[in-house]
């Protein structure tokens, strides 16, 4: 049987979502503390992989295994019992055998938060920008990136990604007293890609590039240009949508 997991997570203290043997990670944990509950080994698929650092409200993974011990409704709360304080899955259901929580999402929504002073409380989920953005150059490029476009330019150089083309239908800065948060969905992210967009934004916005420079990544698509990437402990996946599959993840979304 298969079974998808909605899970949450700080990701302060790992090394990204997928198991590596250079520090623990998100994938390596969860699967410590399903072996525990479950006592088997399942290997789990996430629904992206999650840089070091970086958080969660809405990640989606799923496992196989030959039988449950425990209903599938109480499976997160033995999960919780098992894990580390900064994950939490949130809801658990069975799926169709064929679900993959990696190629069947059909979008992904991320946040990322920006404090415009030092932050006790928030500074490992938010990054504090010294510089003071023109919110109307903010709105500019936000606005640019909307539609299908060869992200090549806001990609880090490293990935093994050959297809480079991603249809983003959401992007925005939201404006708050003291910070901003840049909300974008698209039907698929590269490696770095939302970190990368957010840091070339506010170079635009704090007036060491211009409008048409961040018009010609875009449009001019190439590793070779300058380009800057902003810290990942600002950005959180907040969700991941399907079709039909997983409407119970769908009502959580919404309630949150």
């Not at 901003?180 to 635009?204: Q, S």
């Not at 010609?216 to 907040?238: I, S």
Request: glycine share 4%; proline share 5%; aromatic share 10%.
């Amino acid at each position: 049987m298969r079974v998808a997991l909605l899970l949450e997570f700080e990701g302060t203290n790992y090394q990204g979502w997928q198991a590596q043997p250079t520090g623990p990670t998100i994938q390596f944990v969860l699967e410590t503390a399903l072996r525990e509950i479950l006592k088997e080994i399942p290997r789990v698929t996430g629904s992206g992989r999650t840089d070091a650092g970086v958080h969660a409200l809405g990640q989606v993974a799923h496992f196989d295994i030959e039988s449950l011990k425990i209903p599938v409704e109480r499976l997160p709360a033995a999960l919780n019992q098992a894990l580390p304080d900064d994950i939490r899955v949130l809801a658990a259901q069975r799926t169709p055998e064929d679900f993959n929580s990696r190629f069947d999402a059909i979008a992904r929504e991320y946040a990322y938060h920006i404090s415009s002073y030092p932050n006790a409380l928030h500074r490992q989920t938010s990054w504090y920008c010294k510089y003071n953005p023109d919110r109307a150059l903010l709105a500019s490029c936000a606005e640019m990136v909307v539609g299908e476009h060869d992200f090549t330019s806001f990609c880090a150089a490293i990935t093994d990604t050959h297809n480079m083309v991603c249809r983003v239908d959401f992007s925005s800065w939201e404006f708050l007293p003291r910070g901003l948060i840049y909300r974008v969905r698209a039907n698929r992210f590269l490696h770095h890609m939302v970190r990368m967009l957010v840091g070339n934004m506010i170079e635009v916005a704090r007036g060491r590039w211009s409008l048409a420079y961040f018009r010609k990544l875009l449009q001019q698509p190439d590793h070779e240009h300058d380009t800057v990437t902003a810290p990942a402990h600002g950005l959180r996946l907040e969700r991941v949508d399907y079709l039909e599959k997983l409407q119970l993840f769908q009502a959580f979304y919404e309630r949150k």
